[in-house]
């Protein structure tokens, strides 16, 4: 990681003011990616996730939906080790989360998912 990033995203953590440091870290994610929200979760060795940290009340809602249903984008981030993006989580061109798709826009998610990564 380049030196500059790095002193950004400390700087970034030092403004931060939680009693959480992991949703400092959740916080500092979403900035730092210029989404509305972030959230990690720890994957074992085997199928089970555990929720780490949120950024917020919708990213604590999506990261247990993903937990649940064992689907969305966290899950299949840790199962190919690349992060992704689904342009729109009803109507996109693949079918990834059939039922992650529907409930997280359920709880407040927008359709549609601007990517950091393009």
């Known amino acids: 990681m380049p030196t500059e990033r790095l002193l950004n995203i400390l700087e970034m953590l030092s403004r931060e003011h939680s009693d959480h440091h992991s949703d400092t870290l959740c916080a500092v ?4 990616t ?7 979760f ?5 199928p089970q996730y555990t ?10 809602k999506l990261l247990d939906l993903e937990i ?13 080790g690349v992060a ?12 990834r989360w059939l039922a992650y798709a ?6 407040g998610r927008a359709p549609y ?3 950091p990564l393009e």
Do not use: M, Q, R
């Open 29 to 32: 994610a979403a900035e730092l």
């Open 34 to 40: 210029e989404l509305s929200g972030a959230g990690i």
């Open 42 to 46: 720890l994957l074992s060795g085997g």
């Open 51 to 60: 929720k780490f940290c949120s950024s917020d009340d919708v990213a604590d």
């Open 68 to 80: 649940t249903l064992g689907e969305g984008p966290g899950n299949e981030a840790c199962n190919s």
């Open 84 to 95: 992704l993006h689904e342009d729109d989580l009803l109507f996109g061109k693949y079918d």
């Open 102 to 107: 529907p409930a997280a826009v359920a709880i």
């Open 113 to 115: 998912l601007p990517s």
